[in-house]
């Protein structure tokens, strides 16, 4: 069974930094973009980072340009999310999704982790 | 990058009846690479349909999308009690990838 797991969500200060992880298991891990989108309280979804399969290309939304990193460990099979400099607008339920096709494109996303919150704020 | 406007933004139907949702994007939406997404709360988005029209898998065939260009459609035939929840379209098109706003399709 194809199953995303996040973790790391919390409670931090505005200003503060979080490590998101996702676990993944049930398909080759290396061979798929990974996406993270988060939703906000009662708001919609909306695109924050995405990286290829290999690691080498990465994407991030404007709101979060400068002060999220994404990666991956294909040899653990684990997708991460460091969150720095983090503000109120930040908070929300982070997902981690997988890309239907292949490494090197980001298409819809097929597969979705149940979620993990992270609330900034003091 | 690409505006996604969905209409209207709360539809109100009885078990049953024929929901109409409406995905307009700001320009055109290339290759038809739409998808759509159900999610209900407390849970993840779950992919109903992508390439505007194609189910994704186990997906009833009450659900159905249409659509090219800029206007796109998602059709539930008949509504079953577990389909209220709320739906969104995303195109993949032209990066960023973007939602739209949603749709709470609701008991009337």
């Known amino acids: 069974e194809v199953q995303l797991v996040e973790s790391g969500g919390g409670l931090v200060q505005p200003g503060g930094s979080l490590r998101l992880s996702c676990a993944a298991s049930?398909?080759?891990?290396?061979?798929?973009?990974m996406s993270w989108v988060r939703q906000a309280p009662g708001k919609g979804l909306e695109w924050v980072s995405g990286?290829?399969?290999?690691?080498?290309?990465?994407y991030y939304a404007d709101s979060v340009k400068g002060r999220f990193t994404v990666s991956r460990d294909n040899s653990k099979n684990t997708l991460y999310l460091q969150m720095s400099g983090l503000r109120a607008e930040d908070t929300a339920v982070y997902y981690c999704?997988?890309?239907?096709?292949?490494?090197?494109?980001?298409?819809?996303?097929?597969?979705w982790g149940k979620g993990t919150t992270v609330t900034a704020s003091s | 990058e690409i505006v996604l406007t969905q209409s209207p933004g709360t539809l109100s139907l009885s078990p049953g009846e024929r929901a109409t949702l409406s995905c307009r994007a700001s320009?055109?939406?290339?290759?038809?690479?739409l998808a759509w997404y159900q999610q209900k709360p407390g849970q993840p988005p779950r992919l109903l349909i992508y390439?505007?029209?194609r189910r994704a898998s186990d997906i009833p065939d009450r659900f159905s999308g249409s659509g090219s260009g800029t206007d796109f459609t998602l059709t539930i035939s008949r509504l079953e009690p577990e389909d209220f929840a709320v739906y969104y379209c995303?195109?993949?098109?032209?990066?960023?990838?973007?939602f739209g706003g949603g749709t709470k399709v609701e008991i009337k």
């Open positions: 999704a997988k890309d239907p096709y292949g490494p090197n494109r980001y298409y819809y996303m097929d597969v």
């Open positions: 049930g398909f080759t891990f290396s061979s798929y973009a």
């Open positions: 990286i290829t399969g290999s690691g080498y290309s990465t």
């Open positions: 320009q055109s939406v290339s290759s038809s690479y």
């Open positions: 390439g505007a029209s």
């Open positions: 995303q195109q993949y098109g032209t990066s960023p990838l973007t």
